[in-house]
Structures are given as C-alpha cells and as structure tokens.
C-alpha cells in the first residue's frame, strides 16, 4: 500500500502567521516529501472557513507539482459541482502538464449550502453534479475539446463518494473509489461489473485521520489541542446556513481512544511508524486499497511535530510498502 500525505492549509486564529510563511513552508514541506519517497501530495478544498482553509486546490497543486519530481499529486478533493466541467479539466490538464503527468484528479459533491450559496450554484443535487462532471470530464478530454490536452492519456479520476449509491456509480462509470471502507468497497466492486468492467481491476484509495509521532504520550497534550480545534470547526461548518443546531464540541480523549479500527476517518491515531502500520494494514484488511494518505499537518501544529511528522512519513511509507511478516 502507498503512503501519501494530505494538506487543507489551514491557519486557525489562535496561532495564525502571515499567509506568505504559510503557502511558503507547505511547499517546502512537499519538496521534503517528495525528497524522501512519499507516494502522493493530496490537497482539499472549503470556501469561508475563519482559518483560511485551501479554497484552490487545484491552483496549489500547480504550485507543488512545480517545486516536485516524483511524487503524484492529488486533490481530495475538487467540488466539482461549484465549477463548469470544462473549467476543471482545463485547470486539470495544466496541473497535468506542470507535473509531467502526476496529476490524481479526485473529486466530491460538497455539503456545505455557504459554498454552494458563494458560488451561485443549485446545491440541492451535489452528487448528480459530481457524477455529471466526470462524465462531461472524460468526454471534453476524449474529443479534443479543450486544450491544451493533459499528459496523462487517461487521467486518473477519483470520486470521493460515502454512500453506496454513489459508490456503485463511481464503479459503473469505471472510476476509482475515494474512500477506504468495506462496505462501500463492495458497493464499488458491484458497480464495476454492472458496468462491464473488470471488479479486480478496482482502484480504492482514501484518508485516514493519523498523524505521527516519536513518542505519542509526550506529543499528545500538544496534538489534541490542534485536533480539536480542527473537528470542531468541520461539524460547526458543516451545519452552517442550516435549521441544524449547533453539535457539542469533540472529545479528543474520546477520538482518540475510538482510533480508527472503526473507520480510518471514524477517530484519531495518534502513533509511531511501527505502531502506524500494524494499525493500517488491520483497517485495511480485505478492501484492497492501493493508497492511503494521512495528515500532513493539522490546523495550525508546530513546526518541529510537522516536520518530524514528514519525516518518520517516510519511515512509515516503507513499512507499508513492504510485504507482511
């Protein structure tokens, strides 16, 4: 299984810097990465969050895919539906061609009605959007329609789906499956022979909630802090322009004591390489997954648990590479 590591870049009010220092040391951190064998550089998407969340992943992904040689950059994911398809692809095939052919198109149906609302768009079917521009993706590519055309003569696609509906479509339409989860890896599998293609020539790939650490007790006053703040915002956000109250916050004791046996997005692993790779392959087990990528940093961490988090990334990544004892 492949190692990757996920980016939102965020810089949360209480330990904000200057936006310059913030863009600056991300790409560093994704030359560092890519200097040390990591698989893929993943990069997410929100609009009006107070921490700045990456608005632009695309854009950024340019930017890294400039400052890297190796390693395949990815989105997790583009909204598709907050774009016209031929702006997607057009921005997708210069990522593309920037990259040399790394790009890793991943894309998402959005739930947050502030976003649809900012960019003017209907948000009351985000997953007929979604579905709609990787059909209209795969066939402005095909026909020549937009240009320049991208490397890659089939642009890896992803759809960052967490339903089974969804996920069977993403296998009827012969796409990869964003998401690591047995059920809907069978949902998936499902779709890929109902659309004619060959179920063992599924393509599961998708994140998990694991950040890395030397020695996880002496870190963890530090990381929960971080962690909460992170996922209180994600559920106070996501509720926002919605008759829904507002949920309580988070326990991080809670998250991380629930870890991720349950759902590799479900908790929290706070861990070693080594204790990070027994945890993932057992997650994992029996789904198939080609790639999981963890968390390169969260909301606003300090510099010296990141960077030694990228670093022991490598360590890990070689652990999951390797056969099992």
């Given at each position: 299984?492949?190692?990757g590591?996920?980016?939102?870049l965020?810089?949360?009010?209480?330990?904000?810097?200057?936006?310059?220092?913030?863009?600056?040391?991300?790409l560093e951190?994704?030359?560092?990465?890519?200097?040390?064998?990591?698989?893929?550089?993943?990069?997410?998407?929100?609009?009006?969050?107070?921490?700045?969340?990456?608005?632009?992943p695309?854009?950024?992904?340019?930017?890294?895919?400039?400052?890297t040689?190796?390693?395949?950059?990815?989105t997790?994911?583009?909204?598709?539906?907050?774009r016209?398809?031929?702006?997607?692809?057009?921005?997708?095939?210069v990522?593309?061609?920037?990259?040399?052919?790394?790009?890793?198109l991943?894309?998402g149906?959005?739930?947050?009605?502030?976003e649809f609302?900012?960019?003017?768009?209907?948000?009351?079917?985000?997953?007929?959007?979604?579905?709609d521009?990787?059909?209209?993706?795969?066939r402005?590519?095909?026909?020549?329609a937009?240009?320049?055309?991208?490397?890659?003569?089939?642009?890896?696609?992803?759809?960052g789906?967490?339903g089974p509906?969804?996920?069977?479509?993403?296998?009827?339409?012969?796409?990869?499956?964003?998401?690591?989860?047995?059920?809907?890896?069978?949902?998936?599998?499902?779709?890929?022979?109902a659309?004619?293609?060959?179920?063992a020539?599924?393509?599961?790939i998708?994140?998990?909630?694991?950040?890395l650490?030397?020695?996880?007790?002496?870190?963890w006053p530090?990381?929960?802090?971080?962690?909460?703040?992170?996922?209180?915002?994600y559920?106070r956000?996501?509720?926002?322009?919605?008759?829904?109250p507002?949920?309580?916050?988070?326990?991080?004791?809670?998250w991380?004591?629930r870890g991720?046996?349950r759902?590799?997005m479900?908790?929290?692993?706070?861990?070693?390489?080594?204790?990070?790779?027994?945890?993932?392959?057992?997650a994992?087990?029996?789904?198939?997954?080609?790639?999981?990528?963890?968390?390169a940093?969260?909301?606003?961490?300090?510099?010296?648990?990141?960077?030694?988090?990228?670093?022991l990334?490598?360590?890990l990544?070689?652990?999951?590479a390797a056969?099992?004892a």
């Amino acid at each position: 299984m492949n190692l990757g590591l996920y980016f939102d870049l965020r810089n949360p009010p209480a330990w904000q810097r200057e936006w310059t220092h913030v863009y600056a040391r991300i790409l560093e951190l994704c030359e560092e990465a890519d200097r040390r064998g990591i698989h893929s550089l993943w990069f997410s998407e929100h609009h009006g969050f107070e921490d700045g969340y990456l608005p632009q992943p695309l854009t950024f992904a340019a930017a890294a895919a400039a400052r890297t040689r190796h390693a395949r950059i990815g989105t997790s994911v583009v909204i598709a539906g907050l774009r016209p398809a031929a702006l997607i692809a057009e921005e997708a095939a210069v990522v593309d061609i920037v990259s040399g052919g790394r790009l890793e198109l991943g894309l998402g149906a959005g739930y947050r009605q502030p976003e649809f609302d900012l960019y003017g768009v209907d948000g009351r079917r985000p997953h007929a959007a979604l579905f709609d521009r990787i059909e209209a993706l795969r066939r402005l590519w095909a026909e020549g329609a937009v240009t320049p055309p991208p490397v890659q003569q089939r642009v890896p696609i992803w759809a960052g789906v967490g339903g089974p509906r969804s996920a069977h479509r993403a296998g009827r339409l012969g796409e990869g499956l964003m998401r690591i989860s047995a059920d809907l890896a069978r949902h998936y599998r499902e779709g890929l022979a109902a659309g004619g293609h060959d179920p063992a020539a599924a393509r599961i790939i998708g994140p998990a909630n694991v950040l890395l650490s030397d020695d996880p007790e002496r870190d963890w006053p530090v990381v929960r802090r971080h962690l909460a703040y992170q996922w209180d915002s994600y559920a106070r956000y996501r509720v926002e322009g919605t008759d829904a109250p507002l949920p309580p916050p988070i326990d991080p004791e809670g998250w991380r004591e629930r870890g991720i046996e349950r759902g590799l997005m479900a908790g929290f692993a706070l861990a070693t390489p080594e204790e990070a790779a027994s945890r993932l392959r057992a997650a994992t087990d029996g789904i198939g997954a080609e790639t999981v990528y963890v968390w390169a940093t969260i909301a606003g961490l300090p510099d010296e648990l990141v960077e030694r988090n990228v670093e022991l990334a490598a360590d890990l990544a070689q652990r999951l590479a390797a056969p099992e004892a």
